[in-house]
């Protein structure tokens, strides 16, 4: 029997194309090299050196009322033992501060900028107090990917810039306030720039986010914006710091939150998921020639059991290393959100190219041995 079993087993591994080496997390506890749970979410991997540094949100210790202490680091030089490094963006007690304890921290992304030797964080990041109503991006640096990371800027995007892909003529457009929601009256001025217009002197909104940096070197900040309803791609400048004021909108009320770009032979591929907070949803896919648009959007990505869910996750990140490529989701436990669970599984690309990723219940078969 077990002589036709580890064939067996062979050829399923095989056929599940992740590269060797590669981990394959599947929403079980995943320990630190202390044993304790990694705490740190809707995160991102940077590579510098030879050492993958991961950067998430910590969600306190579990117990009630214990909140973000901020910015949290993980290390490892081979993606499998990951020693905790400790907070590396702070809140303060100070009152005031945009960090003092209770503003609310997300999405965590750091990138090195070349041009100035530093290294950039950039985070979705909401005032004390005011629930989710600041729709902020923070920008912090350090010269040491440990940090500490200093913030240089909490705001809006944009302030006063319209987007390339959005015609001015807009701003002197006017729609009518009363107008219900998901009606098609409402998706025309959705589409024609409602929301991006209301926003214009404030700057855009900036909830669920990304950075991605083109093997030009150019960075972008990838976000939701407009109430949720609308992703824009914005420019970084050279320091990685700043919006250049280049920006474009994408899929205008196609409520796309947690975007994870990567490029694979020269195509922008994004897998996002919908709106419906800690609840998981489909994840969607979309691809693009050039990353300022046009993109299309393609069927979800996920394939198998639980697919319509995203397996219970939530998109954060692509981690790509050599050619391979792991999909990097949250699964949110909203009653402890430290507790919430990591989803790491390979991207395989089809015969045409279009990448997917299969159920965690395919792979549970190879790790039965
Ligand atoms: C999700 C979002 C998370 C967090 C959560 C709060 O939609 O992706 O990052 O903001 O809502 O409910």
Same mark, same amino acid.
């Given at each position: 029997?077990?002589?036709?079993?580890?064939?067996?087993?062979?050829?399923?591994?095989?056929?599940?194309?992740a590269?060797?080496?590669? !981990? *394959?997390?599947?929403?079980?506890?995943?320990p630190?090299?202390?044993?304790?749970?990694?705490?740190?979410h809707?995160?991102g991997i940077?590579?510098?050196?030879?050492?993958?540094?991961?950067?998430? @949100?910590?969600?306190?210790?579990?117990?009630p #009322?214990?909140?973000?202490?901020?910015? *949290?680091?993980?290390?490892?030089?081979?993606?499998?033992a990951?020693t905790?490094?400790?907070?590396?963006?702070?809140? %303060?007690?100070?009152? #005031?501060?945009?960090l003092?304890?209770?503003? +609310?921290?997300e999405r !965590?992304?750091v990138?090195?900028c070349?041009?100035t030797?530093?290294?950039?964080?950039?985070f979705?990041h909401?005032?004390?107090?005011?629930?989710?109503?600041?729709?902020?991006?923070a920008?912090a640096?350090?010269d040491?990917?440990?940090? !500490?990371?200093?913030?240089?800027?909490? =705001?809006?995007?944009n302030? #006063?810039?319209?987007?390339v892909?959005?015609?001015?003529?807009?701003?002197?457009?006017?729609?009518?306030? %009363?107008?219900?929601w998901? %009606?098609p009256?409402?998706?025309k001025? *959705?589409? @024609? =720039?409602?929301?991006?217009?209301?926003? &214009?002197?404030r700057?855009?909104?900036?909830?669920?986010m990304?950075i991605?940096?083109?093997s030009?070197?150019?960075?972008y900040?990838?976000?939701?914006?407009?109430?949720?309803?609308?992703?824009? +791609?914005?420019?970084l400048?050279? %320091?990685?710091?700043r919006h250049?004021?280049?920006?474009?909108?994408?899929?205008?009320?196609?409520?796309?939150e947690?975007?994870?770009?990567?490029?694979?032979?020269?195509?922008?591929?994004?897998?996002t998921?919908?709106?419906?907070?800690?609840?998981?949803?489909?994840?969607?896919?979309?691809r693009a020639?050039?990353? &300022?648009?046009?993109?299309?959007? &393609?069927?979800? !990505?996920?394939?198998?059991?639980?697919?319509?869910?995203?397996?219970? #996750?939530?998109?954060t990140?692509?981690?790509r290393?050599?050619?391979?490529?792991t999909?990097?989701a949250?699964?949110?436990?909203?009653?402890n959100?430290?507790d919430?669970?990591?989803?790491?599984l390979?991207?395989k690309?089809?015969?045409?190219?279009?990448p997917?990723?299969?159920s965690?219940?395919?792979?549970?078969i190879?790790?039965?041995?």
């Amino acid at each position: 029997m077990k002589r036709l079993i580890i064939p067996l087993l062979l050829a399923i591994a095989l056929s599940m194309n992740a590269a060797p080496g590669m !981990p *394959v997390i599947k929403g079980e506890r995943f320990p630190d090299t202390q044993g304790d749970h990694i705490n740190a979410h809707g995160g991102g991997i940077m590579e510098k050196d030879g050492t993958y540094y991961w950067y998430g @949100e910590h969600r306190g210790d579990g117990t009630p #009322g214990s909140g973000q202490k901020g910015v *949290v680091c993980y290390t490892s030089s081979d993606l499998h033992a990951w020693t905790p490094r400790g907070v590396v963006l702070a809140v %303060t007690d100070t009152k #005031g501060d945009p960090l003092e304890a209770g503003c +609310i921290i997300e999405r !965590p992304k750091v990138v090195f900028c070349p041009a100035t030797a530093k290294y950039v964080m950039w985070f979705h990041h909401e005032l004390k107090g005011v629930g989710y109503g600041s729709a902020h991006s923070a920008v912090a640096v350090a010269d040491n990917p440990l940090g !500490p990371f200093r913030m240089l800027r909490t =705001g809006r995007v944009n302030p #006063g810039v319209m987007p390339v892909n959005l015609p001015s003529e807009s701003v002197s457009k006017q729609w009518s306030d %009363t107008l219900e929601w998901w %009606t098609p009256q409402w998706r025309k001025a *959705v589409d @024609e =720039g409602m929301f991006t217009v209301r926003d &214009l002197d404030r700057g855009q909104m900036a909830r669920d986010m990304g950075i991605f940096v083109d093997s030009d070197g150019k960075a972008y900040h990838i976000y939701s914006s407009e109430s949720n309803l609308t992703l824009q +791609i914005a420019e970084l400048d050279s %320091t990685f710091t700043r919006h250049t004021g280049k920006y474009v909108r994408l899929f205008p009320g196609g409520h796309n939150e947690a975007p994870a770009m990567f490029k694979h032979d020269g195509v922008y591929w994004m897998i996002t998921s919908g709106c419906t907070g800690w609840e998981p949803n489909e994840a969607r896919l979309m691809r693009a020639d050039n990353i &300022l648009g046009p993109w299309k959007q &393609l069927p979800n !990505p996920c394939r198998g059991a639980e697919a319509e869910k995203t397996f219970c #996750g939530q998109s954060t990140f692509v981690m790509r290393v050599g050619d391979s490529y792991t999909f990097m989701a949250d699964i949110w436990n909203p009653k402890n959100l430290a507790d919430s669970r990591h989803l790491w599984l390979p991207v395989k690309f089809d015969s045409d190219g279009v990448p997917f990723i299969d159920s965690p219940d395919s792979y549970r078969i190879a790790s039965i041995e």
